[in-house]
């Protein structure tokens, strides 16, 4: 029987509670494959759908030309720029996405990768595991300090600030780079400093970079930049793959120009520049900024409410909390968009 409800597609599994909630308002398609569509089955399975949730994917602006349905992309993270927007706004069809839900789990890892690389944690482990632990040495694994360093964060948004509050604990004097100053009352709070971006280079123990990709911030840190900080600093990258250059961080790394990197975002992921695998100063993760099941979670219910309420249903029906293309209302047909 054909059902009235709209269609959406999900790109990847999800918690079953959060898919059975989006059932109760849709009829669902999950990809449960495990593995990323490709952008010819993303454009195929998405052709006849009003919604998508997006999670992880690169959705191509083909998809947008060819799903005349297609009101909302309701995107499992806070960061969108696998979003088509110049081809969805035109069309009147919203992007959302899931902010503030994962700040404090994000900041952990940046700092599990902070500490892990000035302590050369992941260095020190294959060390005792390879069996090369024979006996002491004064300078044996030896690190840079974290307490009382010099902590410089860009990009101070909510999860920088979370990174921020955190040097809090480790008496760090906190530098930071923003496009805009913070308002003095979280400065304040926060006992950080805005300085122009190559200061904070210059002068941090620890980078970490924190803001959103945009096409003014790719390879924001290239040759010029890693040249500016200390031989003894670390860089650590929770933000997005692009906006490193990670051949000119390669290069860097191997002629020690810094101390290491801790990385969990890259260049063309799920791919690696390979040198990155040959370093033993650079701590890997694979883009697990916001993987605890609780995040997760909330991630996803956050998704589903803004992909409930874009597609015209639920209680906030027409009001998606996290619309990040609000122009896309100009652009909405009369009848048959989403029912904002
Ligand atoms: C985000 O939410 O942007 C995280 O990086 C996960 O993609």
Redesign the pocket.
């Known amino acids: 029987m054909q059902s009235d409800k709209q269609k959406i597609l999900v790109t990847h599994a999800i918690f079953p509670d959060v898919i059975a909630r989006l059932q109760t308002h849709f009829d669902v398609e999950v990809n449960d494959s495990g593995t990323a569509l490709t952008e010819a089955e993303l454009i195929r399975r998405g052709a006849d759908k009003d919604g998508l949730m997006v999670i992880?994917d690169r959705i191509p602006a083909e998809l947008i030309a060819q799903a005349p349905r297609l009101k909302a992309l309701a995107?499992?993270?806070?960061?969108?720029n696998n979003l088509p927007l110049d081809a969805m706004t035109p069309r009147g069809i919203v992007g959302t996405?899931?902010?503030d839900v994962?700040n404090e789990t994000?900041a952990d890892l940046g700092w599990a990768l902070l500490m892990a690389t000035a302590r050369r944690i992941t260095e020190a482990e294959h060390y005792l595991r390879a069996g090369k632990w024979q006996s002491w040495h004064y300078d044996m694994l030896t690190g840079v300090d974290i307490h009382g360093a010099t902590l410089g964060v860009v990009g101070m948004g909510r999860i920088g600030q979370a990174v921020a509050r955190r040097a809090l604990g480790f008496g760090m004097r906190v530098i930071y780079h923003n496009r805009s100053q913070v308002a003095p009352e979280i400065e304040q709070a926060l006992h950080a400093e805005w300085v122009d971006r190559d200061t904070l280079l210059r002068q941090a123990d620890h980078v970490v970079l924190v803001l959103p990709y945009t096409p003014q911030a790719h390879h924001l840190i290239g040759a010029r930049e890693l040249q500016l900080m200390k031989p003894t600093a670390t860089l650590v990258n929770?933000?997005?793959g692009g906006i490193v250059d990670d051949a000119a961080l390669v290069t860097a790394l191997r002629e020690k120009r810094i101390a290491g990197a801790g990385l969990?975002?890259f260049e063309g992921e799920p791919a690696l520049h390979p040198g990155l695998l040959e370093l033993n100063n650079v701590v890997l993760t694979p883009?697990i900024?916001?993987?605890s099941i609780p995040t997760r979670r909330a991630?996803a219910n956050l998704a589903a409410d803004n992909l409930i309420a874009a597609l015209g249903v639920g209680p906030h029906a027409g009001n998606p909390p996290n619309v990040v293309n609000p122009d896309a209302r100009l652009h909405r047909p009369a009848s048959g968009g989403a029912q904002a």
């Open positions: 992880g995107n499992m993270a806070v960061g969108y996405n899931t902010p994962l994000t929770i933000a997005r969990d975002v883009h900024g916001s993987a991630m």
